[in-house]
């Protein structure tokens, strides 16, 4: 395992993550799988990681999960939204991951965050090598210089960052970058565990 990898696991479980290496994204998968019971409630934050998995798949086929970025009706959107704040278990990955053992989140409408900080009764952060930065500048940095215009161009949101690539801190009704959560400690033990994967993931 790497070092950085190694250090980073050995940080996320003193802050009370639960934490967990994957050499593969198919190793990721089946970690994703053995946490999530027969039975159980499963909804999961805009995510590419989740998707390059497979776990998107997984829990269309296996936990009755409906999908509300594929529903064109607002008002069913909206509801199916809103059931992730009770749902069991809560996919998602993570804009950065510190080094320290903390994580970095931004988000537009927080429909991600929100359930990350509190509802589910367990979070499954899954998050690729490259997202592992040295500091919360170095997040931040990330965040303005990869996630966002990457994320923004591939939603399409018509923001300036799309143009060239970097955050303009814009006042865009598109925006997606409005709220930063750090999460500096897990209160709750191993409610939110963090799946470390060994290749280059998401944006």
């Known amino acids: 395992m790497d070092a950085v990898i190694a250090k980073t696991l050995e940080n996320l479980k003193a802050n009370q993550f639960g934490a967990y290496y994957a050499e593969t994204s198919a190793d990721a998968l089946e970690i994703v ?3 999530i019971a027969e039975g159980e409630k499963v909804d999961r934050g805009g995510s590419m990681t989740i998707e390059q998995i497979g776990a998107l798949d997984y829990i269309l086929e296996n936990c009755g999960y409906t999908d509300p970025y ?6 069913e959107k909206e509801k199916l939204m809103q059931a992730r704040y009770t749902c069991d278990t809560f ?5 950065a991951v510190i080094s320290d ?7 537009g409408i927080c429909s991600r965050v929100a359930p990350m900080l509190y509802g589910p009764k367990q979070v499954i952060v899954v998050a690729g090598r490259n997202k592992i930065v040295n500091t919360e500048a170095e997040a931040r940095k ?3 210089t990869v996630a966002a215009p990457l994320n923004a161009k591939r939603l399409n949101t018509g923001t300036p960052c799309t143009e060239d690539g970097v955050c303009h801190n814009c006042k865009s009704e598109r925006r997606i970058c ?3 959560v750090i999460t500096n400690f897990n ?7 963090v799946i470390i994967v060994n290749e280059d993931l998401g944006m």
């Not at 996919?91 to 804009?95: E, F, V, Y």
């Open 33 to 35: 799988k053995s946490l």
């Open 142 to 144: 990330r965040m303005m």
């Open 70 to 75: 594929k529903v064109t009706d607002p008002a």
């Open 101 to 107: 053992g903390r994580l970095y989140n931004e988000d």
């Open 187 to 193: 209160r709750i033990k191993e409610r939110i565990k």
């Open 91 to 95: 996919l998602c990955s993570a804009n």
């Open 178 to 180: 409005c709220s930063t």
